[in-house]
């Protein structure tokens, strides 16, 4: 790659998936890039995404599947730069995918081999990389000038492409967002998001004793629902419908839970009640739920009785519950366990074409460091693909 010099066109601050999108994209347009990444690697969350072989985006990309709020600013970049587009450059690399379910496309081998696309398109727009970089300051006396350790570089163009707050221990910091405060750019309220609920300690219908039972489940919260497994885990639940809806509810809210999506439970319930007389509860529930689960939501809610001797009122108030368990989560499992940060650089500042600042020329934001979350299963991804490509045209 091209021999580091004091002055580029651009230079562009992290090595993930938008700042690589976006420096192999300048890089092939002849512009002079440098890439700073602050840890030893490029494409950190790359390499662990998918259990580590890359949901690297779906085919159901659509703009009302992204969290923001302006729902409007990501659909020009989503049209500029599609999941087509992207699967297109995965295929010229042979890299061999699947789709798993719901549009999500994964390898078929290890997430490093798109990292590896992404340096290889790198190297052919000669891009500068720099791995262990801690950017010790950052001014505009009129281009960018970036300090590190190693000198002081200097372009016309700056890039913000750090990502969110989620998931600390790889790395992630409020850099992008700080930055982007200190040039004048508001900065949306930040939470985690895709990310796991703890149970609080009386929660009804919830028992830590039921960690490890999964089913599909209906979870909705105001007028989002999505149906995928739930999990139940030791702290509270998990599994992709409830991460989910994780993006979209605040803290204090309640969640709905239909147990049994599909099925009219009261008429299941009272006829077996006449086809399976002398059956238990549990057994009865056994049928169309987890044996533990059964166990546990008739041991809450059903006498130890035989069907025959269950009052149908007491049956009707078990199906109600089935069909619209309420669960009030204590908290998020926090940015720890959060796969995004929900929230980010306000997009009111930014070009929706461009990713560029509008008040201040050439300062960029793109990727997760800006107000866009994408749905589980590949979308945030795409939406790194395409802000990144968006920016990497215009600088």
């Known amino acids: 790659?091209?021999?580091?010099?004091?002055?580029?066109?651009?230079?562009?601050?992290?090595?993930?998936?938008?700042?690589?999108?976006?420096?192999l994209t300048a890089g092939q347009r002849g512009r002079r890039v440098l890439l700073l990444e602050r840890t030893d690697k490029a494409g950190a969350k790359i390499l662990i995404s998918g259990g580590g072989r890359c949901n690297f985006t779906n085919l159901g990309i659509a703009p009302d599947r992204f969290v923001s709020t302006n729902p409007h600013f990501c659909v020009s970049a989503l049209r500029r730069y599609t999941q087509w587009d992207f699967i297109d450059l995965v295929a010229r690399h042979r890299i061999a995918y699947h789709e798993k379910t719901l549009g999500q496309l994964f390898c078929d081998g290890s997430a490093r081999a798109i990292v590896a696309?992404?340096?290889k398109e790198c190297e052919r727009g000669e891009v500068t990389l720099r791995f262990g970089q801690n950017i010790s300051g950052v001014s505009k006396p009129d281009g960018f000038r970036v300090e590190i350790s190693s000198g002081v570089f200097t372009a016309p163009a700056l890039v913000?492409?750090?990502?969110g707050l989620s998931i600390p221990k790889m790395g992630a910091t409020?850099?992008?967002?700080?930055?982007a405060r200190r040039f004048g750019l508001r900065v949306t309220e930040t939470r985690p998001g895709l990310v796991p609920f703890k149970a609080k300690a009386d929660a009804p219908g919830f028992d830590a004793s039921l960690a490890g039972v999964s089913l599909d489940a209906i979870v909705s919260c105001g007028d989002r629902a999505f149906r995928e497994a739930i999990l139940f885990t030791h702290r509270g639940l998990s599994g992709p419908a409830i991460l989910q809806i994780s993006s979209y509810w605040r803290p204090g809210a309640s969640i709905a839970i239909d147990l049994l999506p599909?099925?009219?439970?009261a008429g299941f319930l009272k006829e077996r009640k006449r086809t399976r007389p002398r059956a238990s509860g549990r057994a009865v529930l056994a049928e169309?739920?987890?044996?533990?689960?059964?166990?546990?939501?008739?041991?809450?809610?059903?006498?130890?009785?035989?069907?025959?001797n269950i009052p149908d009122r007491i049956l009707v108030a078990l199906a109600e519950h089935l069909k619209g368990w309420r669960f009030t989560p204590q908290e998020s499992e926090g940015f720890a366990k959060a796969e995004v940060t929900v929230g980010g650089i306000d997009t009111r500042d930014l070009s929706s074409k461009t990713m560029e600042s509008r008040e201040v020329k050439g300062l960029y934001a793109i990727g997760e460091a800006v107000d866009v979350t994408g749905w589980l299963g590949g979308y945030n991804f795409q939406w790194a693909w395409s802000s990144g490509w968006c920016a990497g045209q215009a600088v």
Do not use: K
């Not at 913000?160 to 990502?163: D, E, N, R, Y």
């Not at 599909?262 to 439970?265: I, K, M, S, V, Y």
């Open 174 to 179: 409020g850099f992008s967002h700080d930055l």
């Open 117 to 119: 696309m992404l340096l």
């Open 288 to 308: 169309v739920l987890p044996a533990r689960l059964a166990q546990a939501l008739a041991d809450a809610h059903l006498p130890s009785a035989e069907m025959a």
């Open 160 to 163: 913000l492409a750090t990502g």
């Open 1 to 23: 790659m091209r021999q580091s010099t004091t002055d580029f066109d651009v230079i562009i601050i992290g090595a993930g998936a938008a700042g690589l999108m976006c420096a």
């Open 262 to 265: 599909g099925l009219d439970a």
